[in-house]
């Protein structure tokens, strides 16, 4: 068996399952008689030497890691420029790695962390340090190279199916003298992805959601509010999803058009929900209500999709299997072989294929009017949110979610001066 | 058995589990062979003689509607005044009941519904009608009197608590680098009945929730930023619940201040959270980010209270019981004989002590300082977000929630004028 210690590091926003990922990261290693560490607010945590020692969890705490949302060794939003304008933070990156014996580095993120961990690779092959480096995908955006999907999305894309279809039939039951008009506000700054799946909720023409607005087609005000008169004439009510990422013709975005200062001079935070309910309010007339579910959508692991949390738990392992094997520079990622039965395994691709790329969603997933999802979008979307996977819960009706306490190794180097 | 027919209808907002209570009331009616007419729309439809024939639904669906959120007959927001000021549609409402041989009549509501379904009963003596009225609770807002709780309220109760702590583990992972205060707005607009459920997401003076604010105590900004600082100074982060209707010491409401409208002429729709999460930006520079669940939080079957689904499906039971009973202008309540272990069970008790009152939550659940909940508030709140009852759900991830369709009665009267 090699000796030398893995590194493993969270980064970008967390996700219902990302913990899941740790946690058979830590598992996978235990079994190889391999000691981890984890960076402590991920990157942040390896250029200040603040790390983990995952040797101190109880192997409870390390299966109870995969039924708890949030990052539970911390993540952060640093993205470190090109090896040349951020060279010394690299280079004190790797000091750190070889200060701890870390062989193997394993970042768990998006695209910005697949840049990061294939650049730490390329230095220490420049600087001779024997050093493998594997991405491991997670993001809510589902916006990865390669990947078919990445964990975190289905989960997410659960809950606002769900969470949709539930408050439709809120408002459908309240629309004769209430609530004519809701507007669900979905993450999404530059794929509609989110948005999307909340088109699981309902089939048909009369079925919410209604309309969806897609950051992938521009935002026409006029024929926006034409098309919710017509859903309530014809309903009695409109259900309309949003993404946050919409966009007039002239490229900005609608979340800041509500924005600005009010008449004391107070910041007034902006949203597309809040800004859209108010032009239905005054153009229509119609009484409005609106949700904004923000970090509830990607936190959301009471109800995780049973396919995301596999995918999540699958990943972790095969992340842990690559470095081990040596294989430098490189993402376990899903592939899917068929839609129903739906049928996936994990492959392993290179970061330079993933680094820096964003997938789209496809054309072909968004009906021709620009409101709606196409059947090809729930062909791809369904098997993703398929499945229950519930956390165990307490007596007193509560999840038993763990925040394990987390203990750092003595630091071996100066204090990080960056 | 006596012949008749029973008339059941919803009122107010829908919860989670209002449904559950109408089918354990057909169930319990068709057992006793007696035939349950729904209103459309709430008391509107009895008005408009738009009388659903439950004898349409199958075994199936009225099975079903015990785990469907919504409205399955619809509700409505339409409050009747006194005999005096609206006595035209109280006889309207008399003469709907007795075309339809109506002798048992339901309604499914909160204070108001009390009161106009003792308001009906007094003016069917009046006229010599025999005729049996019962109240069947329901409100989220919880602020019935005489009942220990509302069903309806454990379940948004518990979507609360979970949700919470699920996004306050977000914001805990990515602190260090990203938004710093996070704003959960609660629906409460006199009574912080879910923001106190909140509270149960954590406990001790470093968990989320870090602060609440209560529509019982006067918002002071000056103190709550002040508090904010100090909590992100001690913990890192600080997450924050708010009940929509707290109040400065003038009296308006916190989520009016940020209202008005934009450069535009816009209408800028409030709400307390973005109103305090842009004060928060202003005075402490912390990156901010809030939720708004609106009616996610009061139509989350998904997440469900198993107490409270129980106690709804037992008050439709009991609610059919006491009207074949003759037990006339009564309500069936929720008696709490024990805290720990939980123990309830259903009493019967008069109209006229619930009509009309509101339950306040007792000053000893709020903490002191007025920022958190006591022990009092957990012993109380603790059963009724108590267990799960999930609903079934498809093969495609989703909920198997009904929408039955609905046959309507002939009319026998002339269309209401009203």
Redesign the interface.
Known sequence: MATGTLLYA?SG??T?VINATASTVVQAARARKVRVLAAR?GI?GALREELVDTTRLSAAEVRGLAH?????F?????KLKSLQEDRAKYERLLAVLRAHDVRWFLYNGGNDSADTALKVSQLAKEYGYPLTCVGVPKTVDNDLAVTDCCPGFGSAA?YT???L???A??????A????KV?VYEAMGRHAGWLAAAAG??GEGANAAPHLILFPERTFDEADFLARVDAVVKRVGHCVVVASEGIRTADGSFVAD??G?T???G????G?VA??L???V??ALGHK?????????Q??????A?K?DLEQALAVGRAAVECALAGQNAVMPVIVRSSDAPYRWHVDIAPLDRIANHEKKMPANFIRKDGYGITAAARRYL?PL????A?PP?G?????L?I?PKLTLVRKKLPAWAG
Request: glycine share 12%.
């Open positions: 969270q926003g967390v219902a607010n942040l708890t949302p949030g990052g539970a911390g993540s952060c939003r640093v659960k199916a769900v969470s279809r539930e408050c039939l809120d408002v459908a039951a309240m004769e003298t209430s609530t809701f699981l909720a058009a509500g600005g009010d008449s004391f107070h910041t007034q935070l949203g809040s800004h309910a108010g032009r309010k005054d409005v209500h609106w949700t904004l579910p923000d970090y509830l990607r936190s959301a692991r009471h109800i999709s396919t369904s949110v398929a499945g229950e519930y819960y007596k007193n009706g509560l999840p979610y925040e």
